[in-house]
């Protein structure tokens, strides 16, 4: 397996696309089997009760399923979610960033799936697991 995109290519297509997350999502790594996506975790990512909230830990797994179908497939920003589950296993750390750590079990013509495991920084237990497909649209 190959990727069409290296990972400051991705960054940059990533920050085009999606300007107003520009400051919230890193790349820290890419192979074709795997990426690592961080959420830059920041007072607007959370809850009351001080931790990382729901919506922020499904954007980050989000994001990672995308950029891991661009960085196989290309450019295509149409790319959409159509399915997503998500289980919350554990309290992030809220004065850590929340890393996520994805695979693409599947690529086809038209849909991709994704596995991603979310941890705090620093930390072995994940803290939430996303199960996610990706239609592709058509060439």
Not at 44 to 60: D, I, N, Q
Not at 85 to 98: N, W
Request: charged share 25%; with cysteine.
């Amino acid at each position: 397996m190959s990727l069409a995109m290296t990972r400051e290519e991705l960054s940059d297509y990533l920050h085009s696309v999606f300007p107003q997350i520009r400051e919230d999502f890193v790349i820290d790594a890419l192979e074709p089997e795997r990426i690592v996506i961080r959420l830059k975790t920041a007072e607007r990512h959370l809850r009351p009760g001080g931790t990382v909230s729901g919506p922020s830990m499904f954007a980050l797994a989000d994001v990672a399923v995308y950029a891991m179908v661009l960085a196989r497939i290309g450019r295509q920003a149409l790319a959409v979610t159509t399915n997503c589950s998500l289980d919350f296993m554990r309290k992030p750390a809220a004065d850590r960033d929340v890393v996520a750590e994805c695979r693409l079990l599947k690529l086809g013509r038209v849909l991709a799936v994704g596995d991603v495991l979310l941890f705090s920084e620093g930390s072995p237990a994940p803290v939430a697991r996303a199960s996610m497909t990706y239609s592709i649209p058509p060439g």
